[in-house]
């Protein structure tokens, strides 16, 4: 903690500089703020990049345990679920190091990018906002962004003097897993000094499912009888009889719940800012604890001493992986899940200042400092220990025009050392920095907008043991964007960008349960580039709107985890290549207002999204964790008191699989929220009933590492309240 505090007093001090003579920034009307890109400095006056924005309403509708359910079925985006304790945004069929999940344009500084199994830390349910980039965002963030950006705003450095104390509290109930979440939030301050309290805790049992936690698919391709895997408990009952040729009674298979997937996570966070006469400057500091079960996670096998090699096993060793899974069990034959203990403690620091020096409008600066750990804990063995020390900070100048252009300048460092623990250990411990340097800028054209940037990155890995890679990458953008006609909109969009490789995909060589294979990496790796070329159509008026976007993506030296057909201590060997790649896609959204009465109006709303991806490799052609098609329409219906949706998707069979992959089904997904309206003097209270996955459909998402282990929860009701005042 010591590097943390040194680094604090020295960015509080430069906070105390830029606040000492500033103005708070215009205050806006709050739904004009809501709307806005933020994530991006050139946003409020439109894009051509395709983004979109969850507003506090929608959240307040969407808001699910994880930052990747919550966004998960918004157009062109899904959800990497591990079970209901993680998961990550995949943004048009990239997802892990390609897709930056940050928290007011900082990194969340977590270890979510190394494995399926591991939590993003910023919690959705104290976001004011979230918005979202799709595609290459690498010239504001860097190589991390090749895929886009999921930008969690949360308010907690207040840049403004509220007039009054306001808040909002949160308290809800689930009946799949009995799950109970409650958060708050107060905002107040008084003459130059705001101030920012915020607190949350839930948490929940093993999640109900209605079958078996193993797919049909998994269960056929380890060599069981297809008809013994029905979906049926008389299924089930048969099974339980069933010996394998050595005698031995066969595991008892999960059905109706799974297990390891109870999780229990609280934290919090206070702030304040100093707030002048042209900016502000402000700290705040937050912390996280969360414990949750990792399920569908595989025991590594270190019984031997030849950790690393192949071929070494004699029959006993053996036998004991084919049956290590059993081990560990209780009475009832139920294997004890293994649980990951989080600890995060974060210290943010912001300050802006409008008109800094002469030819420049205003000053942004931003600097998070990070210390993280967790342990994996399995009973009878010493957990495995990830540990993550970072910081990250930027620098951002909106220029005057220059030349008809007006734009920002800008500077991002960061430095990561993240090293793994213990007898599962995938990867050694591995220091990362970082510097990128960028201009985005804009200027019109009579009724054109045109949008340009460039940007250079430096990465450079430390391994503690091998040899350093560094990697420096050069990213650059071209956008058009032009009116049809009053109601039309039309944007082009050309970008060339690079990715460098991250530790885990250069270093790794050691079994990884939490994603049931043996991860070898590739030192030898060199930088990831990418060409894309996208066309957005906006088309709106008073009652109606659409946005259609059409996608191409040429990767040289794409980066991806291929399945080898190899085996060591008893886990699949998938080795990261690089190959050539392309990604075509397409989404659309629409919607219509097909009623309205003087106490409300009703919307229809529908939409389609589909990524085709294909990798220039020999045979198969096809790259795994890569998403189906879906289709979802919804019927919202908004009035003063009564408020109610319902929505529903069709995902689509993906049988399009990678090598050694398995294919899934098809699912539906029905959900129904309805919430009444209270206006108690200054207080606004919704109090609502929700449902999701009303049909009771086995839901197993592609993207998923854990997908044939571990599906989505079955029908879940949930009632709450929410008070805003």
């Not at 969407?62 to 959800?79: F, S, Y």
């Not at 990250?392 to 008809?404: M, S, V």
């Not at 252009?405 to 430095?415: E, K, T, Y």
């Not at 539906?668 to 449902?691: M, N, Q």
């Amino acid at each position: 903690m010591n590097r943390m505090q040194r680094l604090a007093l020295t960015a509080t001090a430069c906070l105390g500089v830029a606040a000492s003579g500033a103005q708070a920034p215009t205050e806006q009307p709050p739904e004009v703020e809501e709307v806005i890109v933020t994530a991006h400095p050139l946003g409020k006056e439109g894009l051509a990049q395709a983004s979109d924005v969850l507003t506090a309403d929608e959240l307040e509708r969407k808001m699910v345990d994880t930052i990747g359910a919550t966004v998960g079925n918004e157009p062109g985006i899904h959800n990497s679920a591990y079970g209901v304790g993680a998961g990550r945004p995949v943004i048009r069929g990239l997802g892990g190091a390609r897709v930056r999940i940050m928290e007011e344009q900082i990194d969340t500084l977590d270890v979510s990018v190394s494995s399926g199994d591991h939590a993003v830390t910023v919690d959705p349910f104290l976001a004011e906002r979230v918005e979202i980039l799709k595609g290459s965002a690498t010239l504001l963030y860097g190589s991390g962004a090749i895929g886009g950006v999921v930008d969690v705003h949360t308010g907690r450095i207040p840049n403004e003097v509220p007039e009054r104390i306001h808040g909002a509290l949160d308290v809800r109930g689930t009946g799949n897993g009995s799950g109970k979440n409650g958060s708050f939030r107060l905002d107040g301050g008084s003459g130059n000094v705001a101030w920012h309290v915020d607190a949350f805790s839930r948490e929940s049992d093993d999640y109900d499912i209605p079958g078996f936690a193993e797919s049909a698919a998994l269960h056929a391709a380890e060599g069981h009888e297809e008809e013994g895997h029905g979906h049926e408990e008389e299924a089930h009952d048969e099974d339980d009889d069933h010996h394998d040729e050595e005698g031995h009674e066969e595991e008892e298979e999960a059905f109706g719940t799974v297990p390891g997937s109870a999780s229990e996570t609280r934290g919090g966070s206070v702030g304040f800012s100093f707030v002048g006469e042209r900016g502000f400057g402000g700290i705040s500091i937050s912390g996280l604890d969360s414990e949750y079960g990792i399920p569908g996670h595989r025991h590594a096998h270190h019984e031997h001493d030849d950790h690393h090699e192949e071929g070494h096993h004699d029959e006993e060793e053996h036998a004991h992986e084919e049956h290590d899974e059993h081990e560990n069990e209780d009475d009832h034959g139920e294997e004890s899940p293994p649980v990951v203990l989080l600890e995060q403690t974060r210290i943010d620091l912001e300050a802006g200042l409008a008109d800094p020096f002469d030819g420049f409008e205003s000053l942004s600066l931003r600097l998070g400092i990070n210390d993280y750990e967790h342990v994996e804990n399995e009973p009878g063995e010493v957990g495995t220990a990830f540990s993550n020390s970072a910081w990250e900070g930027r620098a951002e100048l909106t220029h005057e025009p220059i030349g008809g252009w007006r734009g920002a300048i800008g500077m991002q460092l960061s430095n990561r050392e993240f090293s793994v623990a213990g007898e599962e250990a995938f990867t050694p411990p591995v220091d990362t920095s970082s510097s990128g340097f960028f201009w985005v800028g804009e200027r019109s054209l009579g009724d054109l907008g045109l949008e340009a940037g460039v940007r250079y990155d430096r990465v450079e890995h430390s391994p503690a043991n091998g040899q350093s890679r560094d990697f420096g990458g050069l990213s650059a953008s071209l956008g058009l964007i032009g009116p049809f006609s009053p109601n039309w909109q039309g944007s082009l969009l050309a970008d060339y960008s690079t990715r460098a490789p991250v530790g885990e995909e250069l270093f790794s060589d050691s079994p990884h349960p939490g994603t049931g294979v043996f991860e070898v990496g590739d030192a030898n790796l060199d930088t990831e580039q990418a060409r894309n070329l996208a066309a957005t159509l906006t088309g709106g008026d008073e009652g109606w709107s659409l946005v259609a976007t059409t996608y191409y993506t040429s990767f040289a030296g794409f980066i991806y985890q291929g399945a080898t057909g190899e085996e060591r201590e008893g886990f699949d060997v998938r080795r990261y290549s690089q190959a050539d790649a392309t990604f075509t896609g397409f989404e659309v959204e629409g919607r219509v207002t097909v009623a309205e009465w003087g106490v409300g109006t009703l919307d229809l709303g529908a939409f389609y999204d589909l990524v085709s991806p294909e990798i220039d490799v020999s045979g198969n052609d096809n790259l795994p964790l890569m998403p189906p098609s879906r289709i979802g329409v919804s019927l919202e219906f908004t009035g003063t008191r009564l408020r109610a949706n319902v929505d529903y998707i069709r995902a689509s069979e993906q049988d399009e699989v990678a090598e050694f992959e398995l294919p899934t089904d098809s699912y539906d997904d029905l959900r129904a929220r309805i919430a009444w309206r209270f206006r108690p003097g200054e207080r606004t209270v919704d109090v609502f009933l929700a449902g999701r996955n009303l049909t009771n459909d086995e839901q197993r998402l592609h993207t998923s590492v854990v997908k044939d282990m571990v599906p989505q929860p079955g029908r879940t009701i949930e009632a709450g309240l929410r008070m805003r005042f």
